[in-house]
């Protein structure tokens, strides 16, 4: 079993209703092989199902898996690191993986910042960061994924030319996210039009948040900001 870094304090749910034992057994027979083990070379870790030079994608806080488990499925010669660290949520995503045969994902079962460290400067074509927790408050924006520090590491992973991808429903996380990554240098916000933000992109398949915001008459905005300068 990996042993595990320690780091900053998650603020979010780890568990909730009690797995069915077909989820348990997915994450008992199947977790094991497909855990990120940031002590071993990427290339061993996905073994054959990508070449060493196939590109290296990153999902932050993956929910139940159907956005990641839609890109993998999508983008079978991209190697995924999806790291979540709801348990219900990584027994999902195992059973998105078993039903679609996928081979192109490694999952971290903890908080994405004990792994960011490890990963390789402008070795990310993309990361993705689907309906993060808003915490709108005011007194809890230190608890927000996005800060100006994670800016600079997003910056350093990502290559150029690759792409940083955002989603909210939220209004006050909508706009964190705007103004997080557009006052960072590296970062060029690509809309040109509403239409760019106002609609999700076709290629990015829906999400769990996505649907319940939908349902719930709230707005989604998609923001994409490329790794320039
Ligand atoms: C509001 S949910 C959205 C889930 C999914 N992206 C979607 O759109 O359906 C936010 C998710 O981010 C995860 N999360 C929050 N902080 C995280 C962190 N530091 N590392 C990894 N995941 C995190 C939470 O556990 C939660 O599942």
Redesign the pocket.
């Known amino acids: 079993m990996t042993s595990k870094p320690t780091g900053?304090r998650?603020?979010?749910?780890?568990k909730g209703r009690p797995l069915r034992a077909g989820m348990q057994a997915l994450l008992t027979d199947m977790l094991p092989a497909l855990r990120f083990d940031a002590t071993r070379p990427l290339a061993a870790q996905f073994g054959s199902a990508n070449g060493p030079q196939a590109e290296l994608a990153l999902?932050?806080?993956?929910?139940?898996g159907?956005?990641l488990a839609g890109l993998a499925e999508a983008n079978p010669a991209t190697n995924f690191i999806g790291?979540?660290?709801?348990v219900n949520?990584i027994a999902s995503l195992l059973r998105h993986i078993q039903k679609r045969h996928l081979s192109n994902i490694r999952i971290?079962d903890?908080?994405?910042?004990l792994i960011l460290p490890a990963l390789p400067v402008a070795g990310l074509s993309q990361v993705?960061?689907?309906?993060?927790?808003?915490w709108p408050k005011k007194r809890h924006a230190a608890r927000r994924?996005l800060q100006p520090e994670m800016m600079d590491i997003l910056a350093r992973l990502i290559r150029p030319g690759g792409q940083l991808v955002m989603?909210s429903d939220d209004p006050t996380a909508k706009i964190w996210l705007l103004q997080t990554a557009m006052s960072h240098q590296h970062f060029c916000w690509t809309a040109r039009c509403p239409a760019d933000w106002r609609d999700r992109p076709s290629h990015l398949p829906a999400?769990?948040?996505?649907?319940?915001a939908e349902k719930a008459s709230r707005r989604p905005a998609w923001f994409i900001f490329d790794r320039c300068g």
């Not at 903890?110 to 910042?113: A, I, L, P, W």
């Not at 999400?207 to 319940?212: G, S, V």
């Open positions: 900053p998650f603020y979010g749910r780890r999902e932050i806080g993956f929910g139940g159907e956005h790291a979540e660290p709801f949520g971290w903890d908080d994405v910042r993705f960061i689907m309906f993060p927790d808003p994924i989603a999400t769990r948040y996505m649907a319940k």
